[in-house]
């Protein structure tokens, strides 16, 4: 998403993060697997997993869950109800692909990573789009 973000020249007017629902790879970098994949695909994958918290409710509009545990979490830690309208699944933004949620790639071989990467290039698109159609003025870079 961020190198979208980039590409689209709304570098500065779009903050894109990651997170987690659990914090077991919090410190570490993506998998090598897939920093290889992606970086055949032109991505360089620098983020650092953190655990999602409770104030990223109020610092971003959208939070995108990949499946729907991690959907379900998001909603748990939402007590009240609050934010549920910024809480959506990551797949709903595709276009090309049916899938409902992006599958977890890493026990199986290659084949998974390239899908994982085909649909979130698809559901990025797709998210932009969106944001884009919400927020008019970043038409105008």
């Given at each position: 998403m961020?190198?979208?973000?980039?590409?689209?020249?709304?570098?500065?007017?779009?903050?894109?993060d990651?997170?987690?629902?659990?914090?077991?790879?919090?410190?570490?970098?993506?998998?090598?697997?897939?920093?290889?994949?992606?970086?055949?695909?032109?991505?360089?994958?620098?983020?650092?997993?953190?655990?999602?918290?409770?104030?990223?409710?109020?610092?971003?509009?959208?939070?995108?869950?990949?499946?729907?545990?991690?959907?379900?979490?998001?909603?748990?830690?939402?007590?009240?109800?609050?934010?549920?309208?910024?809480?959506?699944?990551?797949?709903?933004?595709?276009?090309?692909?049916?899938?409902?949620?992006?599958?977890?790639?890493?026990?199986?071989?290659?084949?998974?990573?390239?899908?994982?990467?085909?649909?979130?290039?698809?559901a990025?698109?797709?998210?932009?789009?969106?944001?884009?159609?919400?927020?008019?003025?970043?038409?105008?870079?």
């Amino acid at each position: 998403m961020n190198s979208l973000i980039k590409k689209e020249g709304l570098k500065d007017k779009i903050i894109c993060d990651s997170a987690g629902t659990i914090a077991y790879h919090a410190g570490e970098k993506a998998d090598p697997r897939m920093r290889k994949h992606a970086s055949k695909r032109g991505y360089d994958l620098t983020s650092i997993a953190r655990k999602f918290t409770t104030d990223d409710f109020e610092e971003f509009d959208y939070i995108i869950a990949m499946d729907k545990s991690n959907y379900s979490d998001l909603l748990a830690l939402d007590k009240e109800g609050i934010f549920v309208d910024k809480v959506s699944m990551m797949t709903s933004y595709c276009s090309i692909f049916d899938d409902e949620e992006v599958p977890d790639p890493y026990y199986g071989g290659p084949q998974g990573f390239e899908h994982v990467l085909d649909l979130l290039e698809d559901a990025c698109n797709g998210l932009l789009q969106k944001i884009k159609n919400e927020n008019p003025e970043l038409n105008n870079k």
